[in-house]
Nanobody, 118 residues
Framework: QVQLVESGGGLVQAGGSLRLSCAASGSISSISAMGWYRQAPGKQRELVAAITSGGSTNYADSVKGRFTISRDNAKNTVYLQMNSLKSEDTAVYYC????????????WGQGTQVIVSS
């Protein structure tokens, strides 16, 4: 089992910045991938950014150049630095932990709310 604790959400004005954190604990895999997803009201959950254990990253087109995902393997923590925030970034942000490609399940955090006021 893996537990995920997210933090860093809140209310920010458009153009501002926030940094989200997600700390994993429990049965940690050295080859895990971690990522951030978001879900706005009335919309499906979508990938924001992901990072492998080796540091390879992937971003949604809508956040490229504004968001940066990083991880500290020693702390089992993934971060999402969000700059130049827009009102359309308003959503609940979820952390996902994938132990390995062949592992039968992923783990999700409880979600943290980000509200960007225009």
């Amino acid at each position: 089992q893996v537990q995920l604790v997210e933090s860093g959400g809140g209310l920010v004005q458009a153009g501002g910045s926030l940094r989200l954190s997600c700390a994993a604990s429990g049965s940690i895999s050295s080859i895990s991938a971690m990522g951030w997803y978001r879900q706005a009201p009335g919309k499906q959950r979508e990938l924001v950014a992901a990072i492998t254990s080796g540091g390879s990253t992937n971003y949604a087109d809508s956040v490229k150049g504004r968001f940066t995902i990083s991880r500290d393997n020693a702390k089992n923590t993934v971060y999402l630095q969000m700059n130049s925030l827009k009102s359309e970034d308003t959503a609940v942000y979820y952390c996902k932990y994938s132990p390995a490609p062949w592992y039968p399940r992923d783990y999700w955090g409880q979600g943290t709310q980000v509200i960007v006021s225009s």
